[in-house]
């Protein structure tokens, strides 16, 4: 089968100017008797097509799954590539996906409507546990990226404390109202929306990424139905917490039902354009897909659209809490409004026809290496190599996190201990000064005669010290980039949100001045230059050093 390293999404456009008044798209939603198979959902593709690939998941009722696993492991052409460096093999998929939009995710300086915009450039990352789209994020921007999570708590929470390429002092976890990180809940939606729109000024986003999706063995020719709550939950995120002219990416399986149909229309209706794509970093025998949309537009018809998400996701959640399982939303966008834009039809069809051809041809090569052991693709090795060249990533294998507690910090005792220069009267400061524009000074927290200011070292894997009476003291509750020396004292700031009728306090850490920023040296500049990319990095969006804590 033939295999292309240069991957190129195919966008769909949208120049429509569709009006959906909100009161017929309530009449919209057909419910009905869940569905039980998929083996008639052929209005969005060739019905061999999907025979064929219903046929092929048959494997993973017959085969011992090890073999599979195996088998697997000998025949996807781009298998060795692994995880490369990083937490999972998620980051890679986010690598791949970016590289083929021309860096869409990580370039956005060069984005036509943020010119000019410095950052910092804020992110989501939804239903995402361990990490591996934020880690890759992280990696390739650094501390001008921002972001907040949202996941599941405990088996699939975020652990990006194990990285061991990236910091995550600029990455937050959020959970929502219920703590839980349940996305399907619609208070932990209005949640999450609400610390968001509060961490950026009220403007949202650049960019949201999800990856939603849960263990169906055993199930795999059933996937699509089985994921349509996690499909609509993360849209309607993204359309509540995405900026005007933001981007958006989320993981889908199978698109042959009504239902995930009418979802991908309602949401090409709201950008000027999307696509679906299956990056090579995505396994081929499964249904894995991504949706990539670009350039939120900002309309009432978006706002439209939202409004019947949520009265979507709310009835869903009702059948949920309710245990009423009797009864499911079978579409949400009628299907002669569907065929009538041929655009989007005709590439939906497509789409699910390319793509329902390669997992054909993926599932069958997978069932001949199941049977016979002996076969393994010859190009892995060739493969990997020029994928990461294209992707621009480095050929390394990740770095093992060290057993041993022991931390290097900065070896920069000597100029810690320096003393200031005490300047008591007028005179001294003539002879300290030959310019009055070479004076500046920086109000502090602390009172003069109690001194809370101190070196603050980030040292990696979210251990941070502080040099306190010529030592160095661990801190709890701070990150820093690794490689980061700041001097800086805590301060205890008080904050409102969703329009001053909430209050929230943030332990921020006042910072001062700073010899290093992660691997970036500012000895060499001037304070009023350390000062203005200090302010830049303190002041222009959320507090990266301290959690959210409500009070």
């Known amino acids: 089968m033939e295999v292309l390293i240069k991957q190129k999404v195919v966008w769909l456009k949208n120049n429509e100017k569709n009006e959906f008044l909100p009161n017929a798209m309530v009449n919209w ?16 593709c060739d019905k061999d097509i999907l025979y064929g690939i219903q046929k092929g998941k048959e494997i993973f009722d017959k085969m011992d799954f090890m073999v599979i696993i195996q088998a697997r492991t000998r025949a996807n052409p781009f298998e060795s590539i692994r995880s490369a460096f990083f937490m999972n093999r998620a980051a890679l ?12 995710f990580t370039d956005i300086q060069r984005n036509d409507h943020f010119l000019g915009n410095e950052g910092p450039f804020y992110f989501a990352d939804v239903c995402a546990g361990p990490g591996g789209f934020t880690e890759y994020i992280l990696w390739r921007t650094g501390w001008i990226y921002k972001g907040l999570g949202f996941t599941l708590k405990d088996a699939h929470d975020f652990k990006l404390n194990e990285s061991t390429c990236t910091s995550s002092a600029t990455f937050q976890a959020l959970y ?71 981007n958006f990416v989320t993981k889908l399986f199978d698109v042959f039902t009504p ?31 991504y949706f990539i949309c670009q350039n939120l537009k900002e309309n009432s018809q978006v706002n439209f659209i939202k409004e019947y998400l949520w009265k979507v996701v709310k009835r869903l959640w009702e059948f949920s809490t309710k245990n009423e399982t009797n009864i499911d939303i079978l579409s949400i966008v009628p299907l002669e409004v ?28 997978l069932r001949e290496f199941c049977l016979d052991p002996l076969l393994i693709d010859p190009r892995q ?40 220069r005490e300047i008591c009267n007028v005179k001294h400061l003539e002879l300290t000064l030959n310019d009055v524009e070479d004076w500046f000074y920086c109000p502090m927290y602390c009172p003069k005669n109690i001194s809370n200011c101190y070196f603050y070292a980030g040292v990696g894997y979210t251990k941070v010290y502080r040099f306190q009476k010529d030592k160095w003291v661990k801190v709890k509750n701070l990150q820093l980039n690794k490689g980061t020396l700041l001097y800086a004292e805590f301060v205890k700031e ?27 040296i500012l000895t060499n500049l001037k304070f009023f230059e350390r000062s203005v990319i200090l302010f830049y990095l303190c002041t222009k969006g959320p507090n990266i050093f301290i959690k959210w804590s409500r009070k």
């Not at 998929?93 to 869409?104: C, E, Q, R």
């Not at 619609?186 to 509060?198: V, Y």
């Not at 590439?347 to 054909?360: A, D």
């Open 259 to 289: 239902f995930s149909i009418g979802l991908l229309y309602l949401m090409y209706q709201c950008f000027t354009k999307v696509s679906i794509f299956k990056p090579n970093a995505s396994r081929p025998a499964n249904s894995e897909r």
């Open 338 to 365: 569907i065929i009538e834009n041929k655009c989007f039809y005709d590439y939906i069809v497509e789409s699910n026809n390319n793509l329902g051809l390669k997992q054909i041809k993926a599932l069958q090569k």
């Open 93 to 104: 998929k986010m690598a791949n996906i970016d590289s083929a939009t021309d860096f869409l």
């Open 176 to 246: 929502g109202k219920n703590e839980d990180g349940n996305i399907c809940n619609p208070e932990n939606i209005s949640d999450f929306k609400e610390k968001i729109l509060a961490e950026t000024n009220n403007k949202g986003v650049h960019f949201m990424m999800s990856d939603g999706g849960f263990s169906v063995e055993g199930n795999e020719h059933f996937q699509e139905v089985l994921s349509k709550n996690i499909y609509i939950c993360q849209c309607l995120v993204a359309l509540e917490i995405v900026r005007k002219h933001g």
């Open 381 to 420: 090795e060739e493969l990997k190599e020029k994928s990461l060249e294209y992707w621009k990533l480095p050929n390394k294998i990740k770095i093992l996190k060290p057993l041993t507690t022991e931390v290097k910090v900065p070896l920069w005792k000597q100029e810690l201990l320096v003393q200031p």
């Open 494 to 520: 008080k904050n409102t949100y969703n329009g001053n009728s909430k209050t929230f306090f943030k332990y921020s850490l006042h910072v001062i001045d700073a010899v290093s920023l992660g691997e970036k």
């Open 29 to 44: 939603i057909k419910e009905g008797s869940p569905k039980t198979n998929i083996d008639d959902e052929h209005n969005f």
